[in-house]
Every structure is written in structure tokens, then in C-alpha cells.
């Protein structure tokens, strides 16, 4: 019998997968979708998450969210949480681009006043923004300053001019995972990454620029106090991670994991991309605190990013980037695992929450959020396709179940070959400019592989997680501008 | 050499299967599909850098695995990209006595799906190993060039190797590769 056949419908938006369904699962599976969505995954998401329900330690549910799809070991949009007494750490469960995150910036520009000149806009940061494959960031550093900066992330950042105070206060974590340890990182990791701070990268990465129309704000008092204060505002939004550096460093572990998890420590696991160890063993801890360098260093390479945006804004509207409201919202992660507090069958626990492709969406008081946000909750940044637009939510309280995590974007329908076969990227560039969305990129079948149609719908995600009390809508953003690796 | 791309029935960045006679034409084959994705004209790479990649490990797969990553790391790390030209690799003709079998439950993917999460056993270790005491060696010559955007049509930047269903076996009609790459 299909997978699909075996989920049961428990609530709004919410699917069951029983610990029947296979030998060894520790907790069922919980999918958070519309009967649409569901019927739209691939049945391997199922098989995944219930090989994660089976990993030591983990309490509560195996879930995935609502953009749910298959993955390496994990599925992306799968949520675990580990108790940090007996549970383990798996970079499965984080993904290689280790904090793959989203940022979003505020300009006090309208669209009237940025539509004039949207192509040099687009152009001048297309060719100030390192893309595509490889390439060299906007840092010249040592590999002892690219250490320093893997333990500090924007605190490293600020203190050589290149953010703001409001930066670090509006990026989750302030920017800095204190626990990162750069002596945990291999000589390989550091080789690769420390030239590529402030680079876009390839793939689904991309800077787009934005415009928030008074038709789709959903909640006009909370996206006024997140900075959307005007009609027609026009925002930035980028999407990238740790690079090469992420990479290496899931790749050392993985090697490293593998070759342990059975022989020291008797773990059973059903696929290898799972490989895990405990999180309180050497190589678990190692692994933590070099993954921790990791999202330090997305965290910094944003902040280059945003750098050089304020830098050109600056230039081509011929004012300081105070002036012109380049305020960033928020910059939150979606590829990690942390340490965080939370309740499950009516226990505070201390547990370690492995997010991958899935978005922390902490409620209003909650700590950890900026205090001008503290009534609103989390801004979440959750990215469509290219075509179609993103979106703007903040968290909710009905969130603790999933340990107040929502989706982190469209998650794909289309295996990259078939979009390629399907679209063509210089095709794609001219019907896009015909809808007033103009778009460079490094490469063409890249374009193709990000078309609109290879994405599930971004609506339809965002109202299952708002169904489910994931999340909460705050505004829809529509693509004017787009800079692709 | 054969090879097939794996993409259309599922939404991985990049995957193939590939298959040779031997592992040295096994492993020529895993890098230049892993190349083809990186930069769509491969034939335009010139041959300025040369350099020798030596690489050992008791596991079969585990070497490919190393071997595909090192390449992938000096494309970041030396910003170039690279050709084989020479490669040998001892020890693994065949399986040794005492080989363990890949213990993955992969199927042979006759539909094209990768499929490790369907199996039902659990998994461990890397399969396909050297006898007791003894490895598989590699040693590539590899030739490439800088990254030039000008000269080269890039695809997408690949930037790991997966374990997920990452497989290495000797069948029946010579060695079988599937890899997953993430991008």
C-alpha cells in the first residue's frame, strides 16, 4: 500500500504516520500539509521521516512542514528534536548548506521612485555581488582572520565596519552561535571558505528585489511595526548560506561519523546521510561547534552581501543608506541544530532541534527575538520561486508543537533535468521581463532549473503552516528584480 | 563509458548511476558526469595546472566518495577546474576474500528511482572493502585551469557528494556507481 494511504488526517492541515508503520520508530510522523500538498509529496518524504522517527533520543514527533520534499537522509522541511542527555546530532538532519538562511531589508523607497532605474539597479548588483560557480568573495582576509571570523559571525562583522548595531539585533542569534570553535575545522573547510565571504553562490541563491503592494499586506499593524510603513514599499531579499565552507564541513563530519557511529557507539541508522553520534560524545561535540562556525560564517557572508547593497543604493541614488532606510527586518536560518528549551507531554526539556529546510518561528515574549519585534513574535522569511513571489510571517503561540517552526519555502516539484528540458533560461529572462520582473543571472540553465513551474505553490504552503498555527501571514512580496547565480 | 543522469522522477539537484569494466574506468566516468554539471563545456577546459591527487582507503566507496570531494574542493579552494589525465588505482579489480557486501539494500534502479530509504535493514558502514590489511590506492593526474566565466558555460555549482544512496558494486556485468551530489 502506498505510504500516502497509511497517514491519517489529526487536525487542521495535520497528517499522522503511525510508529506501526515501520520496525524501530521511536515517535510517529506528523506532516503538516493541505490534502493538496499531501497528495503532491513524493512518497519518499514519508519514508524519510519515519527513518528519522527512529533515531536515538528523539522525542515528541518526527515532522515535516508544508513544503515538505525528499531529501538526503532527512527530508527538507523535516523538524527533530533530540533530548541532549541520550539523543544524537546527525549533519543529515542540518543539510550541507549549513545555515542556508533568508534576510530581508527594508528601503524607504516606493516602487515610482525605484522603477526608473530598476535595470542599472539590477545590473550594478549583478556585477558587485560575486555569483555562480566558485568565485571569490568581497573579503581579502587571512585564514587566521577567516578563523576569527567563523567564531565571532557579525559580531566579527561589525567590529570592522561592516554592519550595523540593528543588524546583529535583527539576526537570529545575533548573528554569533557563541559555541563555534574553529580548532573543530579542518584545514580543508578553512581553505575553501575563507575566500568566499560576501559571494551569492548558485543554485536556488539569489537577490531579489521586492515590492510589498497594499493588496497583499495581510496584517497592516504587524507589518508596520516590522518596517513595511508605506504603499508600494520596495524591499530586498537574499537567499544563501555557509558555501563551500558549509559543505566541507558536513562533509569532514559525515566521514568522520560514519566511521564511528557503529563501532564506538552501536548505532543502527537506515540510510548513511543519516550518520549521527551522540551529541555529548567527542565527535558530537566537535561536530556542533564546527557547525556552529559554519552558521557564523552565512551569517557574515549575508552581511558582506548586504554591505555592498547599502554601498550600491548609496551610489545610484546619490544618498547615505541611513537615508534611503536600508534597515534590515530580520536574517533567519534555515539549516541548523540548537540547543533550545521547550515543552513536550507536559516537561520543559532541554533538547536539540534540527531544523532542515525548516524555519524557527518563535511567538510573541518569547526570548531571542529583538525587542521592537517582542509583541509581533519572529519575522519569518520564506522564499518562493523567482516568478512568483515570497512572504513576510511572524511566529504564533500555536507553534509549540513543531517547537515553533514553520516551512521555509516553495520546495520543489521538479527534478532539476526535467525544468531544464521543460524551460529555457534565455526564454524564462524574456517572459519574465514581459511581466516587469527583470532578471540576471550567471547562468542560463540555472535559470531554467528555478522556473516558477518547478516550485509547488508558495500560497497554498504559507495557508497550510497559517492552518496548522505555524505561522502567521503578514505580507506577500512580489519579484521586480532578481539577481541569480 | 555509460552513464545515466538521474532527475526526472525525483527533485535531487544532481544525480547519476554510472557503469565500466573496471573501478579505474568507474571512477574516470563519476568525475567527468560530476563535471558536466559543473561547467556545461568541459571539452574547453585547458590543461595550464597539472597536479597529482593521491588517495587511500580500505573502503571502495569511501574512495570514490574522497576522491569526487577532493575534486570539488579545489574547485572552491584553488578557484580551478579539472580534467583526469592519468589515473590508476590499485587494489580493488575485484572484491577482496573477505569483502563485506554493500549493506545500503539498494536496488538496482530500474525505474531510475533512488531508492535507500526503502530499504529495510539498517545500514552501517562502507561496503566493498580491501582484504584485511590491505587498501585501495588512487593516484590522479589531474590537468584543468582557473574558473573563467568568460570561457566557460557554467551549469550549477556542485558542492558535495552525498552519502544518500551513494553506492559502489561489482555486478555481474562490471562496476556500478550511483551518486548523489549536492549543489
Given amino acids: 500500500m502506498a505510504m500516502k494511504g497509511l497517514v491519517k488526517q489529526v487536525g487542521d492541515a495535520l497528517w499522522e504516520l503511525s510508529p506501526t508503520f515501520q520496525d524501530g520508530m521511536n515517535v510517529p510522523v506528523r506532516i503538516y500539509a493541505t490534502p493538496g500538498l499531501l497528495e503532491a509529496m513524493d512518497e519518499g518524504v514519508f519514508q524519510q521521516a519515519a527513518n528519522v522517527a527512529c533515531l536515538p533520543g528523539i522525542v515528541g514527533y518526527s515532522y515535516c512542514m508544508p513544503d515538505g520534499h525528499r531529501g538526503y537522509g532527512f527530508p527538507i522541511g523535516g523538524v527533530a528534536a533530540f533530548n541532549t542527555r541520550d539523543g544524537v546530532i546527525s549533519p543529515g538532519g542540518i543539510g550541507f548548506d549549513i545555515n542556508c538562511g533568508m534576510r530581508l531589508v527594508a528601503t524607504s523607497l516606493t516602487w515610482d521612485e525605484v522603477e526608473p ?5 539590477v545590473d550594478l548588483l ?32 561589525w567590529k570592522h565596519g561592516y554592519a550595523w548595531d540593528e543588524d546583529l539585533r535583527r539576526t537570529e542569534e545575533g ?27 548558485s543554485g536556488n541563491h539569489y537577490l531579489e528585489v521586492q515590492v510589498a503592494k497594499p493588496e497583499n499586506i495581510a496584517d497592516e499593524e504587524t507589518a508596520r511595526a516590522l518596517g513595511i510603513d508605506r504603499p508600494n514599499q520596495v524591499l530586498l531579499m537574499l537567499h544563501t548560506g555557509s558555501r563551500g565552507f558549509g559543505h566541507q564541513v558536513a562533509t569532514d563530519y559525515l566521514q568522520r561519523f560514519i566511521l564511528v557511529m557503529n563501532s564506538e557507539y552501536g548505532l543502527g541508522i537506515r540510510d548513511r546521510e ?14 556542533f561547534a564546527a557547525m556552529q562556525c559554519a552558521v557564523n560564517m552565512a551569517f557574515a557572508n549575508r552581511q558582506l552581501i548586504l554591505y555592498r547593497i547599502r554601498e550600491v543604493f548609496a551610489e545610484l541614488f546619490g544618498k547615505a543608506p541611513e537615508e534611503l532606510g536600508l534597515h534590515q527586518i530580520y536574517d533567519v536560518t534555515h539549516n541548523t541544530a540548537k540547543v533550545e528549551r521547550h515543552r513536550v507531554e507536559g516537561h520543559e526539556m532541554e533538547l536539540l532541534v534540527h531544523r532542515k529546510g525548516a524555519t524557527r518561528a518563535f511567538a510573541p515574549g518569547m526570548s531571542d527575538i529583538p525587542p521592537e519585534y517582542a509583541t509581533v513574535g519572529q519575522p519569518v ?8 513571489g515570497s512572504y513576510l510571517l511572524v511566529g504564533a503561540e500555536s507553534g509549540a508543537p513543531t517547537y515553533y517552526t514553520t516551512a521555509h519555502g516553495s520546495g520543489r516539484t521538479m527534478g532539476r533535468r526535467q525544468a531544464k528540458r521543460t524551460y529555457k533560461g534565455a526564454d524564462i529572462q524574456n517572459k519574465m521581463r514581459s511581466r516587469g520582473i527583470y532578471v540576471r543571472a550567471k547562468s542560463m540553465s540555472g535559470l531554467a532549473e528555478e522556473a516558477g513551474g518547478a516550485y509547488k505553490s508558495i ?8 492552518a496548522g498555527g505555524l505561522s502567521r501571514k503578514v505580507v506577500r512580496l512580489v519579484p521586480v528584480g532578481n539577481v541569480k547565480g | ?41 568541459p571539452e574547453e577546459i585547458r590543461s595550464d595546472a597539472r597536479e597529482v591527487v593521491t ?89 584543468g585551469e582557473t574558473l573563467d566565466p568568460e570561457r566557460h558555460c557554467y551549469g550549477v555549482d556542485v558542492k558535495a557528494v552525498t552519502l544518500y544512496a551513494f553506492t559502489v558494486e561489482l555486478r555481474d556485468d562490471g562496476w556500478f556507481a550511483r551518486v548523489v551530489l549536492d549543489t
Fill in chain 1, 175 to 201: 548573528g554569533c552561535m557563541t559555541g563555534a570553535d574553529a580548532s573543530t575545522v579542518s584545514e580543508k573547510a578553512v581553505e575553501r571558505g575563507y575566500k568566499q565571504v560576501g559571494t551569492l553562490g
Fill in chain 1, 381 to 388: 522569511i520564506i522564499g518562493g520561486s523567482m516568478e512568483t
Fill in chain 1, 274 to 287: 543519516l550518520a549521527a553520534a551522540p551529541f555529548h560524545s567527542p565527535e558530537g561535540q566537535d561536530y
Fill in chain 1, 117 to 121: 532605474c530598476l535595470e542599472k539597479l
Fill in chain 2, 1 to 41: 563509458m555509460p552513464h545515466r543522469i538521474l532527475g526526472d522522477e525525483t527533485t535531487y539537484d544532481a544525480a547519476f548511476e554510472a557503469w565500466a569494466g573496471d573501478l579505474t574506468a568507474l571512477f574516470r566516468e563519476c568525475w567527468d558526469v560530476t563535471l558536466s554539471f559543473l561547467v556545461e563545456n
Fill in chain 2, 55 to 143: 588517495l587511500e582507503s580500505d573502503s571502495v566507496e569511501l574512495l570514490l566518495f574522497e576522491f569526487l570531494g577532493e575534486l570539488l574542493y579545489r574547485k572552491d579552494a584553488e578557484e580551478r577546474v579539472y580534467r583526469l589525465g592519468q589515473l590508476e588505482l590499485d587494489g580493488g579489480s575485484a572484491p577482496a576474500p573477505d569483502s563485506t557486501p554493500v549493506t545500503d539494500g539498494v536496488g538496482p534502479g530500474q525505474d531510475g528511482r533512488v531508492d535507500a530509504e526503502e530499504s529495510s535493514a539498517g545500514v552501517g558502514e562502507p561496503g566493498v572493502r580491501a582484504g584485511r590489511g590491505a587498501s585501495y590506492r588512487l593516484e590522479a593526474e589531474i590537468v
Fill in chain 1, 459 to 466: 500560497d497554498e504552503v504559507v495557508d497550510a503552516a497559517e
Fill in chain 1, 126 to 157: 549583478f556585477e558587485r555581488i560575486p555569483a555562480g560557480v566558485g568565485g571569490s568573495g568581497l573579503l581579502s582576509i587571512s585564514r587566521n582572520t577567516f578563523r576569527d571570523l567563523l567564531e565571532g559571525g557579525m559580531a566579527w562583522c
